[in-house]
């Protein structure tokens, strides 16, 4: 049983929404992406949309917000933004509410396959604003982080190590 959020976090293209989702369906939990979330509540199609019309810091208000709905539901599976973690408010709602899993995936593996014109804080970008990204927020990731996940072995080996990981998380709660 669930008694709280497992909240993942990471950089964007480490797997966290991938991961999160079949995480969700093999322990038959909800499954909640706070982009999407975010999305839905500002009545917008996507996250580049939000940051294009709202702006950043409107953004990040309603993730906060999106995480504080969260925190008063039922336990689920919970993927975040890439830039969730630099708010101070939203790892205490994390913290408080659940435990955070940080998807760590190597550099090359993300440049491999990231689509920037997704992401909107790299919009555009190239594989050098990538890593400028990555590097200003590993350390969120590693600060805030209760357990760390390498998935830097496939899809089939991550969602075999987040799926034990949160069986065990479970057996202690």
Known sequence: MLKMHIFIVGM?????TSLGRRLAQNLNKRFVDTDQRVCEMLGMSSVNEVYATLGEELFKNAETGALIELAGQIPCIVSTGGGCCNTPENVTIMKN????????RPIDQILSDIKTD???TLAGGTH???IQEYNRQIGFYKA??????D???GFAMGLKAIT???EQIMREE
């Open 12 to 16: 964007a293209g480490a797997g966290k």
């Open 97 to 104: 509410h659940g435990v955070i899993i940080h998807v760590d």
């Open 118 to 120: 997704r992401r909107p």
């Open 128 to 130: 050098e604003d990538v």
């Open 144 to 149: 805030a982080a209760d357990y760390r996940l």
């Open 151 to 153: 998935n830097s072995k």
């Open 164 to 166: 034990e990981l949160a």
